[in-house]
């Protein structure tokens, strides 16, 4: 295990968090990001990674490359495994940049927001692709070249990290890739890749594009009594887009996916219920204040968002077995025009989703 040779195309705040962990672990890390800036303070003053708790602080030094120097990889030790840790729309040019320095028997995981295993499978082929469905709770931010800090806590055995093989079976692999990975958090691998896939993405869908079409942080947003009801359209609605597919889902943010289709259906009691947990879960102790959605960070960056990629994707995969879901279709619409300054992120963007 300690030989094997880990690239992982994209410092931001997930892939930085998966790197440093790994390096501080005694992994062969070599990060790889466009960010100048970035990229010179990883490897000259190191990775300050910080969390909810003194314990989770240091700062490592590690090898990173700028882009334009990902050439200098034909002269090193094969890679073994390329984790793939940028934005859903840049998957397929990161892919075939880092696959050709691959080692006979490496491989590309996908540790990104949203559905990207058949993009990579594109380049390299289902036999060369595996995913990893980074968890609910871990919740980074890339706040300045270098610093990156966690805004929810760790919380033992519940799985940050699962990492599953598009056929289901558990391989060698696939248990040594999640052993490496527990030098990071806890992680384990599972033989329900698709349907954990669905649950997360099910998450996000109801989280990332409300606060960036509103600018509302994650305890703002579930705290504010009209977004909160668009928030759980948005759960029902992925919930029974991810069943059409059949697809079997799992608990979707540590709660019973039939909540949020009874509560999106208007049952008194689910709601009730469904709002009292989303409430309890806008504690400091919970989630930080500071916590923001990573498609909130693109907008308060002037970045494009991963909308298309997400709800868009709900959306569109609805309508391809009869199953709409109008408001992943609609928050699309106003979140592509936050993002294209035609709307500013306020709540009030959002209000006509919950008549």
């Not at 190191?46 to 334009?68: R, W």
């Not at 871990?138 to 033992?156: H, N, W």
């Not at 703002?220 to 928030?231: Q, T």
């Not at 997400?310 to 391809?320: H, P, Q, T, W």
Request: net charge neutral; hydrophobic share 40%.
């Amino acid at each position: 295990m300690a030989g094997k040779r880990v690239v992982i195309v994209g410092a931001g705040a997930v892939g930085g968090y998966i790197g440093a962990h790994m390096t501080r672990g005694g992994h062969d890390v070599t990060m790889v990001d466009p960010w100048p800036e970035h990229v010179e303070t990883i490897r000259t003053k190191g990775f300050d990674i910080s969390g909810m708790t003194p314990q989770e602080s240091f700062t490592v030094k590690m090898k990173a490359m700028h882009l334009t120097e990902v050439q200098d990889l034909a002269k090193q030790k094969p890679v073994d495994i390329a984790i793939v840790s940028v934005k859903s729309y840049d998957t397929i040019w990161a892919t075939q940049m880092i696959a050709q320095y691959l080692s006979p028997d490496g491989y590309i995981v996908s540790a990104q927001n949203c559905v990207n295993e058949e993009r990579i499978a594109g380049v390299v082929g289902w036999g060369r692709t595996i995913g990893c469905m980074v968890g609910n709770n871990y919740a980074v931010d890339l706040y300045e070249a270098g610093k990156i800090r966690r805004t929810m806590p760790k919380e033992g055995k519940i799985a940050t990290l699962e990492v599953g093989e598009v056929h289901g079976r558990i391989t060698p692999r696939l248990t040594e890739l999640a052993e490496m990975l527990q030098s990071v958090d806890y992680a384990k691998t599972t033989t329900n890749l698709w349907g954990v896939r669905w649950s997360k993405l099910c998450v996000n869908g109801m989280r990332n594009g409300v606060s960036a079409a509103t600018g509302l942080g994650g305890n703002e947003r579930d705290k504010h009594d009209r977004i909160r009801r668009v928030v759980i359209k948005l759960a029902g609605e992925a919930v029974k887009v991810g069943r059409a597919l059949g697809l079997d889902l799992e608990k979707v943010a540590k709660i019973d996916p039939d909540l949020y289709v009874r509560a999106s259906d208007n049952d008194p009691k689910a709601l009730a219920e469904l709002e009292a947990l989303m409430l309890a879960g806008t504690t400091g102790a919970a989630r930080s204040d500071l916590q923001r959605p990573s498609m909130a960070q693109d907008i308060a960056k002037g970045r494009r968002t991963e909308i298309e990629y997400m709800n868009g994707y709900i959306a569109e995969k609805g309508a391809s077995v009869g199953c709409l879901a109008p408001t992943h279709e609609a928050l699309t619409r106003i979140v592509q025009q936050v993002e294209r300054n035609q709307l500013q992120a306020r709540p009030e963007n959002l209000f006509n989703l919950t008549n």
